[in-house]
């Protein structure tokens, strides 16, 4: 069985860990891709000071994230608005790569939707 932290990574089509210190309010998202994290990478976030402090993922199309200890409600605004900038950026390289398709079934909804606006209101006489 998962963890919670666990169970997002598992289940997220974008994840990222939440590294920071609560008492001083820095917090950085690291992407986790299924790629090693450089060693340079590495040094420099185990000298920072930052520690593990919980998981953000998208799943099925919702923000999920687990955390192992509140964090204020301004930090948690800031960490939510720089995940969905990362989601945006993430989704718009996969269009860009190809690995997004467009899956809109090709019908006349345009079309019927402009005749439907165009109608005349039978309310207003």
């Not at 340079?40 to 919702?62: E, I, K, N, Q």
């Not at 790569?97 to 090709?106: D, F, L, M, R």
Request: charged content about 25%; hydrophobic content about 40%; proline content about 4%.
């Amino acid at each position: 069985m998962y963890d919670k932290f666990e169970q997002i990574a598992a289940t997220a089509q974008v994840c990222a860990a939440v590294l920071g210190n609560p008492l001083t309010g820095d917090f950085v998202l690291l992407p986790l891709t299924g790629e090693p994290i450089s060693r340079p990478d590495l040094v420099r976030l185990m000298l920072s000071g930052l520690r593990l402090c919980g998981v953000v993922g998208l799943v099925d199309g919702c923000q999920r994230t687990a955390l192992s200890e509140p964090i204020e409600d301004a930090d948690m605004r800031s960490l939510a608005e720089g995940f969905a900038l990362y989601c945006v950026q993430v989704f718009a390289e996969r269009e860009r790569e190809g690995h997004i398709k467009n899956t809109t079934a090709q019908d006349d909804s345009e079309q019927w939707l402009r005749r439907l606006w165009a109608l005349e209101d039978s309310r207003t006489g």
